[in-house]
Structure formats: C-alpha cells, structure tokens
C-alpha cells in the first residue's frame, strides 16, 4: 500500500512567489499567484491537463518499510523539509542575482577577442626606413626592390627615352655623329625578360642591347656616336650584388665617331617577390675627365636592396657557396 500528496497547489521551489498544481501524479505546468492572493477557499478545482509531467515527484511516496520502520506523517516531514533546503537555496541565488531595489540584475557585458571584419590586424613596423626617391643621393627602383647611389655631379632625370630608373650626368654635350644631345654616363635598372634566370647567361646576352643603345643607334635610329666599329671584353666575373650573387660583364667598345666609351651589364637575383632578375646597364664615355672607369665599381658596389643600407655587394665581395 502507498501514501499520495492529494492533487492541489503546492509552493513552487522553482519560482518562488508563485504556486504549482500537483495533480497527485506529477507537476504540471500550471503556476499561479500564492494562494493568499487569491479568494478564500478550501482548495481550487484542479485545472485543465497540461501535456506530460516535466517536473521531479517531489511529494510522492513509496510503500511502507516492510519492517515497521517510518511511517507517512515521516516520510511527509522529511520531504517538506528537503522541499524548504531547496526553497531557500533557489531564493538565494534569485536573490544574488538582483540589484538592491530588487530588480533583475544588468547581464554582463560580453567581448568578442576576434577582431573586427572592417578592422585589418596590426602589422609590425619595420626597423629600417623605407627608401625614397626623394632622396637626391640615391635612385630608388621599387620594382626591382634595390637602390643606387647617385654619384656627385650626377642626377636623376624625371623623363627618359626609355622610361626606365635612371641616374646620369648632369651637362649634356652635342653627340658627335648625329644632332642630337648626349651624356658622359648614364645607368639605368631593368627587370630581366624572358624564361633566362642565370646571371652569367643574362649579363652576357644583355651586354649586346647595353652597347647598341649606348653607342650604336639611339630609339629614333639616329647612330649619335657614329656606330660601333669593334669592341673588346675587358672583365666577366661572378660577384655579389645586394646580397645576392649576380654576373658582370664590361666591354671597351671603339665608335665611328668620338672617342668610345665603356659598357657594363650586371645582371642579379631580385630581393623581393618572386626574386625575378634584375640587369644594370652602365654606359660610360672613354676619357671625360672625371669619370674614371672605378666609378663602375664604386655604384655597383652602392646597390642595396630596399630598406636596407647595410648589405655587402659589389666588386670585392666574397662570393658564398
């Protein structure tokens, strides 16, 4: 034989200040104002069922110990006062939640540690200022990545022919086999052509296009130095430019007109993207004084890459395995 809480409103531990049917089975999920809120009355009729239980059976009981022990009045005490831990407990912590005039306390504020779609995450400045062409003393090929001194007396021309990174000299002279203006010396930075990556391959292939642009025809066909008659190898070595290990090769060309002159190809890896070569083109004059052939070596050993000042290259260099 078993002992049942009868059907009625109970105090809701769940939510105090409000009531709970117990329909004698199980909790329903009917709630209302405590019964003092409401008329006297021996006990309300039992709402309308309200779907399947889905609260614990707080109230109901087991049979009777077969061995005498316990009895209902007990087992009701024992129960109500589980049921007034509980109470107080759930009180508790309503109660911590709320503010002092008693309303339901403000939700903290959440933060997201991912930054913001609109925001790009910080990059780390770089130690070394980055080169400009602002500089009057050094010519600045963003391309290619490198940098190169401008020697005294020398500039660097907004406009060329070619349109291409370029210091010369700075007085002109009338070329000596055609009406036109030429330079003492002149350099200028190219990014390589074609499939060809090994630099000995490119200063040597690219010696040739320095010496027919220098002394054999201008880009208007016109041969200002009476074109190129012979010419001679005068140095090929491997040597380190920026950094990198790169090829030279200088000839001693003689003109139809005019005295001749001096060229040079260096041809080199690039420092940035995907380190595509990079071919010098130098164009000196034969005996302007002033301009002595060292000065080659002198900018070639000034070649830097961008935002770094301090890499060895050039004529003298060791050269890495």
Same mark, same amino acid.
């Given at each position: 034989?078993? $002992? @049942?809480?009868?059907?009625?409103? $109970?105090?809701?531990?769940?939510?105090?200040?409000?009531?709970?049917?117990?329909?004698?089975?199980?909790?329903?999920?009917?709630?209302?104002?405590?019964?003092?809120?409401?008329?006297?009355?021996?006990?309300?009729?039992?709402?309308?069922?309200? &779907?399947?239980?889905?609260?614990?059976?707080?109230?109901?009981?087991?049979?009777?110990?077969?061995?005498?022990?316990?009895?209902?009045?007990?087992?009701?005490?024992?129960?109500?006062?589980?049921?007034?831990?509980?109470? #107080?407990?759930?009180?508790?912590? *309503?109660?911590?939640?709320?503010?002092?005039?008693?309303?339901?306390?403000?939700?903290?504020?959440?933060?997201?540690?991912?930054?913001?779609?609109?925001?790009?995450? %910080?990059?780390?400045?770089?130690?070394?200022?980055?080169? !400009?062409?602002?500089?009057?003393?050094?010519?600045?090929?963003?391309?290619?990545?490198? !940098?190169?001194?401008?020697?005294? &007396?020398?500039?660097?021309?907004?406009?060329?022919?070619?349109?291409?990174? !370029?210091?010369?000299?700075?007085?002109?002279?009338?070329?000596?086999? %055609? @009406?036109?203006?030429? $330079?003492?010396?002149?350099?200028?930075?190219?990014?390589?052509?074609? +499939?060809?990556?090994?630099?000995?391959?490119?200063?040597?292939?690219?010696?040739?296009?320095?010496?027919?642009?220098?002394?054999?025809?201008?880009?208007?066909?016109?041969?200002?130095?009476?074109?190129?008659? +012979?010419?001679?190898?005068?140095?090929?070595?491997?040597?380190?430019?920026? &950094?990198?290990?790169?090829?030279?090769?200088?000839?001693?060309?003689?003109?139809?007109?005019?005295?001749?002159? $001096?060229?040079?190809?260096? #041809?080199?890896?690039?420092?940035? &993207?995907?380190?595509?070569? *990079?071919?010098?083109?130098?164009?000196?004059? @034969?005996?302007?004084?002033?301009?002595?052939?060292?000065?080659?070596?002198?900018?070639?050993?000034?070649?830097?890459?961008?935002?770094?000042? #301090? !890499?060895?290259?050039?004529?003298?260099?060791?050269?890495?395995?």
């Amino acid at each position: 034989m078993s $002992y @049942a809480t009868p059907p009625g409103w $109970y105090p809701d531990t769940g939510a105090p200040g409000t009531e709970r049917w117990w329909d004698g089975t199980a909790w329903t999920a009917h709630i209302r104002p405590p019964a003092a809120e409401h008329a006297a009355s021996p006990q309300p009729s039992a709402p309308e069922a309200f &779907g399947p239980p889905s609260l614990p059976l707080p109230h109901q009981h087991g049979p009777r110990d077969e061995a005498g022990g316990g009895s209902r009045t007990k087992v009701l005490a024992i129960t109500l006062s589980g049921l007034l831990v509980l109470g #107080a407990a759930v009180t508790g912590a *309503v109660l911590l939640g709320r503010d002092e005039d008693g309303t339901p306390a403000a939700p903290a504020a959440t933060t997201s540690s991912e930054p913001s779609a609109a925001t790009p995450a %910080a990059t780390a400045s770089p130690t070394a200022e980055p080169a !400009t062409d602002e500089d009057p003393a050094v010519l600045v090929d963003q391309l290619n990545g490198i !940098t190169l001194p401008v020697p005294d &007396g020398w500039e660097k021309p907004e406009n060329t022919s070619e349109d291409v990174p !370029t210091i010369r000299t700075e007085q002109s002279y009338d070329c000596p086999g %055609a @009406a036109s203006f030429c $330079y003492h010396g002149t350099v200028t930075t190219h990014t390589a052509r074609g +499939a060809e990556s090994d630099p000995e391959a490119l200063a040597k292939a690219d010696i040739v296009t320095a010496a027919d642009r220098a002394f054999e025809e201008d880009g208007l066909g016109r041969r200002t130095h009476g074109g190129i008659k +012979a010419h001679r190898v005068i140095e090929e070595r491997e040597l380190t430019v920026a &950094g990198r290990t790169g090829y030279l090769v200088r000839w001693k060309v003689t003109t139809g007109e005019g005295p001749g002159g $001096y060229v040079q190809s260096l #041809a080199f890896p690039s420092s940035v &993207g995907t380190e595509t070569p *990079v071919t010098v083109r130098f164009a000196f004059d @034969a005996d302007v004084a002033g301009l002595p052939l060292s000065l080659m070596d002198t900018i070639t050993r000034g070649i830097r890459p961008l935002g770094d000042s #301090a !890499t060895n290259g050039g004529v003298g260099a060791s050269i890495g395995p």
